[in-house]
């Protein structure tokens, strides 16, 4: 059995694989391999250890026909076609949990950073534009009190909503499928529709798993319905918002800013007019990327990887 992993991964995971024995072959080029010669160099393997977003639909499982299962280096699964690896009965790995810290303190920073709009301050000192003393100028808004309105409250969504009750003494309310005991329980969060989520937060920050249903579900129709003051972040995906009307919500002030580390599509050019703009901050998709989450989800996606070659079933799979 050999594994293919496409890119380079932290020590921990290696060593993992190593001390097991496992047969691996790295992608020995720094670039993103096109998707010809990915597809070429999984069909020669056994298993795949997958970082990044390449594109694991139908097409693909069919090509690679040899594949027994694929642990990826991330927490979300909406880059693999379940259904097709589940009519293979093809094990899927993630990363929960190790990351969850980490992914809800850029959600967090990001609250912060657009609330007291740091990003365009910062460009005032670099554009030599700090002038001089204004009472009236450059006010943000503090979140003491506020509302937070989580969409989708799994690990990240309840990391998030522990630090704004903690640092603001905010409200939380959330909008899932199922009901969240535990942040109910400690937090006091409650489960609402989501027409109340829409027009009840302050801040309103997506954390919730991509799924087909839910793209774009950020809109012009949905960004209407918030509140004038306030912050959207989204730390999840890309896919959750429609990026054409947040820029358009921005500038007419149907909300007060955005928060994101995640765009729609990634990456985000250089020219985007998000980026021109006073209420929006942006990041490069940095959610997962300390030393500790990243060496955790090197840990998690080689312990799927030792499962699946000890026929066991994957500590962390998707789809089983
Ligand atoms: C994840 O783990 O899903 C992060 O978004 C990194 O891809």
């Not at 379940?82 to 949990?97: F, H, M, Q, V, W």
């Not at 959330?174 to 302050?202: C, G, I, W």
């Not at 429609?242 to 020219?271: H, R, S, Y």
Request: hydrophobic share 40%; aromatic share 8%.
């Amino acid at each position: 059995m050999k594994v293919f992993i496409n890119k380079n991964i932290p020590e921990a995971g290696i060593k993992l694989l190593q001390e097991k024995g496992i047969n691996f072959t790295i992608n020995p080029t720094e670039n993103v391999l096109s998707r010809e010669d990915f597809i070429k160099i999984c069909q020669e393997h056994d298993a795949l250890l997958n970082v990044g977003t390449n594109k694991l639909d139908e097409d693909f499982f069919n090509q690679c026909p040899n594949l027994k299962g694929i642990a990826l280096f991330s927490v979300g699964f909406d880059s693999v076609n379940i259904p097709s690896a589940n009519s293979r009965k093809i094990p899927i790995g993630n990363t929960p949990d190790v990351l969850s810290r980490a992914t809800s303190d850029v959600a967090f920073l990001l609250m912060q950073s657009v609330a007291r709009k740091s990003f365009f301050n910062h460009k005032r000192i670099l554009n030599d534009e700090w002038g001089s003393f204004d009472p009236l100028s450059n006010l943000g808004q503090e979140l003491y009190g506020k509302t937070l309105g989580i969409f989708g409250l799994g690990r990240i969504g309840f990391e998030m909503a522990k630090k704004c009750k903690a640092a603001f003494g905010m409200k939380i309310i959330y909008h899932n499928r199922s009901h969240n005991q535990e942040a109910e329980k400690e937090l006091d969060a409650k489960s609402v529709d989501f027409e109340t989520l829409l027009s009840e937060s302050d801040v309103l920050s997506v954390h919730s798993n991509y799924s087909e249903e839910n793209n774009e579900i950020f809109n012009k129709n949905t960004f209407a319905k918030m509140k004038s003051n306030a912050i959207f972040i989204n730390t999840a995906r890309g896919k959750f918002h429609n990026e054409d009307d947040l820029f358009e919500a921005l500038t007419n002030n149907i909300i007060w800013g955005a928060g994101l580390d995640v765009t729609n599509p990634e990456p985000m050019k250089a020219d985007n007019p998000l980026l021109s703009l006073p209420n929006c901050c942006v990041l490069p998709h940095i959610g997962s990327a300390t030393y500790e989450a990243r060496n955790g989800m090197a840990v998690c996606a080689a312990q799927n990887i030792i499962a699946l070659f000890e026929n066991k079933k994957m500590p962390f799979c998707v789809n089983e």
